[in-house]
């Protein structure tokens, strides 16, 4: 009965060419435009961590200025993002976390010895080692630099893939040295393609820039006086009785991301009493002089935190919902024309025996055929909007502005959806309708 | 004169279709006043005027290779060999690329010694040629002389006797508007720092700040891992320049990583989500006013058609063309009416919304009148094709059954 239904619809469809294609217009329009918005907003709200989401905890310590708390422009809770250098160091002591990672971002210069690649410059990631199994960063060949690297000066280096391929040609190159900003590093190890977005583990600067192109042990500080490149905050001047490199790893500036696994409440418990333990005694010393205050903060909640998916994104969403809501309307309105038009021929099919519920079915169908037809247009127009989207933001969101099958499916399944809807009452008014009128008048 | 009472029942009749209609336009305005309330923002605030010659001004970053490098002594030749090349008209060196989104800010006090009582500002670390690089205009006071010029390794701390503010920042710090030759200080540091000059505008590094505007200058090189230039060009000769820069820069000196941007790229990128909001909003307001026309054209051929008879009978009873068409547009026009009205309330509660939850603009009457006026339009001149249609029913149409 359905494929009936189905192929009376498309003569149906055929029959009014100018209304059908204009509610079919509709829906894909209006599909189209909700499905690109919506698209970028579901990547966006990806957590690349989601399975490690009740163990691991972005760290922060309260340790800003007495006069003011924290503020980056009415964003996150009132805490420093980042942790002090020294800090850092004191908290990597702790053996009650699993795996515990401080870091943050770095730039070097790279040539190769007898080679013909230019210099460039890498985005470098310097990290303890437990990053790599922290993430679930897939190793291809050779591995993380050992244990002492993260508080002595090795320089060791692992690569990602693509830079690997740019440099030795995608062989294995454990072992070869590479030089960073003039000094040779011997290569640990490789990793596999790996680049989560938004990047949960550092969302500072852009949450949706590619993941680092090669990763040196946490222990390099001092031997090259590395800053860091992404954001340094600071509320005082250092003390001016440490002076270089060393003032400015004693000072109160935030450069360290601070990331740990705590497996179960009772280490969690531990961990919090710790960290108390550790404000206390800093404030003993003259540090910390604000109210106690730490954050240990899941990488969901952390993205929340961080607003990657800004209020600009929810408006978005909401107006191309409300968008394909007055698509919807418009077809209503379209389809009760078309069907009311056609009511001779209900008339017909209830007076040669068909019930209302038969009328009813049928008309639905058509109109989901409609929404079919609507929900493939729409998912090219989705295509089309995406890459406009991509050329809009000039490389910075490239890695989100893709459809993958789930929301390809979505965008039929909302096609679908909203023209049912679009079909329900138009299709019970048919089915409504007294036959006698139509036989009278023919 | 208007058959309202006839007309009224005639759409009592078809008053689903009707209430369909006015509830598109009623959604349709809501959206598109607010929508049109947040890119006339976002358009403002990315009209705001830089300061700065963004057009004619290239942006280079570079790193050097070796450990142990002359900064210094590099900057010094660069500057030199830019500065003598044709078709440029100055080049200076900074610690951060304006209007890039990355850069310095620092708390500034009247007071020496303060802890409280700061005003924000972004700060750059420049030579004195940065005004004729930038194109800035120097309202006030002087620039910065050579001898005033400092360079320090990057674990120095030192802080220089001279700075140049912006008048905005100026302002701030002096409402009395007497901030020439007065005093500013860093925290817990009674080193003072005399407003030398005021320039009249200077957007910063990030457009978007709420203190976008408050720009402070040092004459000052820190030697680093990493130095920048910005160039300017004559007008006309941004590309070509571009071009020979990468070379000559190279050519100077290989040892090291060379980066070239436009200032103008680098702006358009720091827009780049106020250009996606305004670009995409934008869309979505042309699209739905398109399907809310075609659909408004739509139902009223649909209703034309099934009152082709009782238009003929009006017609053959003495009723004008005009008269006919006159019916279908003020029937549209009460219909339009009662959607518009419906729609002003949906714009204010939606607005409200987005004060309070998504933090945008607040809509204006003005915006949301003048909306409504152009939905009116759109929706009288959707109808308008089938209403001149439904006047050329012929009165003969009167005699037929159907």
């Not at chain 1, 680092?212 to 340094?232: A, D």
């Not at chain 1, 993205?303 to 969403?317: I, Q």
């Not at chain 2, 000059?197 to 505007?213: C, D, N, T």
Request: aromatic content about 8%.
């Amino acid at each position: 009965m359905i494929g009936y239904y189905i192929s009376l619809a498309m003569r149906s469809l055929r029959g009014t060419p100018i209304l059908s294609a204009l509610m079919i217009a509709a829906i894909a329009v209006g599909v189209g435009a909700s499905m690109t918005v919506l698209t970028l907003n579901y990547m966006m709200s990806q957590n690349a961590l989601a399975h490690k989401d009740d163990v691991l905890y972005a760290v922060q310590l309260d340790s800003w200025d007495p006069n003011g708390a924290y503020n980056r422009g009415g964003r996150g809770n009132e805490m420093p993002w980042q942790l002090t250098y020294r800090d850092a160091e004191a908290l990597l002591r702790s053996d009650i976390p699993t795996r515990q990672v401080a870091m943050h971002r770095f730039g070097f210069t790279v040539t190769l010895e007898d080679s013909e690649v230019r210099p460039f410059v890498a985005e470098t990631r310097v990290t303890t080692r437990d990053f790599f199994s922290m993430f679930d960063v897939p190793m291809l060949y050779g591995n993380i630099w050992n244990e002492d690297a993260d508080t002595s000066p090795v320089q060791t280096v692992v690569l990602n893939k693509a830079l690997n391929e740019k440099l030795f040609g995608g062989e294995d190159s454990v072992g070869k040295t590479v030089e960073l900003n003039g000094e040779p590093f011997t290569v640990a190890g490789v990793i596999d393609y790996w680049n989560p977005s938004p990047k949960v583990y550092d969302l500072n600067n852009n949450p949706f820039s590619d993941s680092e192109e090669i990763y040196i042990p946490f222990g390099l500080h001092r031997k090259f006086q590395i800053y860091s490149w992404g954001n340094t905050n600071g509320w005082n001047s250092p003390d001016p009785e440490v002076e270089g490199y060393e003032g400015h790893l004693l000072s109160e500036s935030v450069w360290i991301q601070f990331w740990v696994e705590l497996d179960n409440d009772t280490r969690k418990k531990e961990y919090e009493n710790l960290l108390t333990g550790y404000i206390q005694q800093q404030k003993e010393q003259g540090r910390f002089q604000r109210p106690l205050k730490f954050g240990l903060t899941r990488p969901s909640e952390w993205l929340v935190l961080n607003e990657v998916l800004h209020d600009d994104n929810r408006v978005l969403g909401w107006a191309s919902l409300a968008f394909l809501l007055v698509c919807v309307v418009n077809a209503v309105a379209l389809l009760l024309a078309k069907f009311l038009r056609k009511a001779p021929e209900a008339g017909v099919r209830r007076a040669l025996g068909a019930n209302r519920n038969a009328i009813f079915i049928q008309h639905l169908i058509e109109s989901s055929c409609i929404g079919v037809l609507g929900g493939l247009i729409g998912i090219c127009f989705a295509l089309l909007g995406l890459s406009g989207i991509r050329m809009l933001s000039m490389g910075q969101i490239d890695q989100i502005a893709s459809m993958d099958w789930l929301m390809m499916l979505a965008a039929i399944g909302l096609a679908i959806l909203a023209s049912l809807l679009a079909g329900l009452y138009p299709a019970w008014r048919i089915s409504r309708t007294n036959p006698s009128i139509y036989l009278k008048t023919q | 004169m208007f058959e309202l009472k006839p007309m009224l029942s005639a759409l009592w009749r078809n008053k689903v279709s009707a209430m369909l209609i006015a509830l598109q336009l009623a959604l349709t305005l809501a959206i598109v006043s607010n929508a049109t309330a947040i890119v006339q923002d976002r358009l403002t605030s990315m009209a705001r005027p830089t300061g700065m010659d963004v057009d004619n001004i290239i942006a280079i970053t570079f790193m050097p290779v070796p450990k142990d490098y002359d900064m210094a002594g590099a900057v010094r030749a660069d500057l030199d060999m830019m500065r003598s090349m044709p078709g440029v008209v100055d080049a200076s060196v900074t610690n951060h690329i304006p209007v890039s989104g990355s850069g310095s800010a620092s708390s500034f006090y009247l007071e020496p010694n303060a802890q409280i009582g700061d005003l924000d500002g972004n700060y750059y670390q420049t030579d004195p040629h940065f005004i004729n690089t930038l194109g800035l205009n120097l309202i006030a006071g002087r620039n910065f002389s050579d001898d005033e010029m400092h360079v320090i390794g990057s674990n120095e701390s030192f802080i220089g006797s001279v700075i140049i503010v912006t008048q905005q920042f100026a302002d701030a710090a002096f409402p009395e508007g007497d901030a020439l030759g007065k005093f500013l200080y860093h925290g817990s540091k009674d080193n003072p720092m005399e407003i030398i000059g005021i320039v009249e505008r200077h957007l910063g590094a990030w457009p978007s700040w709420a203190l976008a505007g408050n720009v402070v200058f040092h004459p000052l090189l820190v030697e680093g891992n990493h130095k920048r230039y910005l160039v300017r060009t004559e007008p006309g000769q941004r590309d070509a320049i571009f071009k020979q820069l990468e070379d000559k820069l190279a050519e100077r000196d290989p040892q090291r990583v060379i980066h070239l941007e436009t200032l103008s790229e680098k702006l358009a990128s720091t827009h780049v989500s106020d250009n996606i909001m305004v670009k995409v909003l934008s869309a979505v307001m042309t699209l739905l006013t398109f399907i809310v026309a075609l659909g408004i054209v739509g139902l009223t051929i649909f209703w034309i058609n099934q009152r082709a008879k009782q238009i003929g009978i009006r017609r053959a009873l003495g009723a004008t063309r005009a008269n006919i068409s006159r019916y279908f547009l003020v029937e549209n026009s009460l219909i339009a009416g009662t959607g518009l009205v419906l729609g002003t309330a949906g714009a204010l509660i939606i607005n409200q919304l987005m004060v309070s939850e998504f933090s945008q603009p607040v809509l204006s009457l003005t915006i949301l009148a003048v909306c409504a006026i152009l939905l009116f339009a759109v929706s009288l001149a959707a109808a308008l094709m089938p209403a001149m249609r439904a006047a050329n029913i012929s009165p003969a149409m009167a005699t037929r059954s159907i």
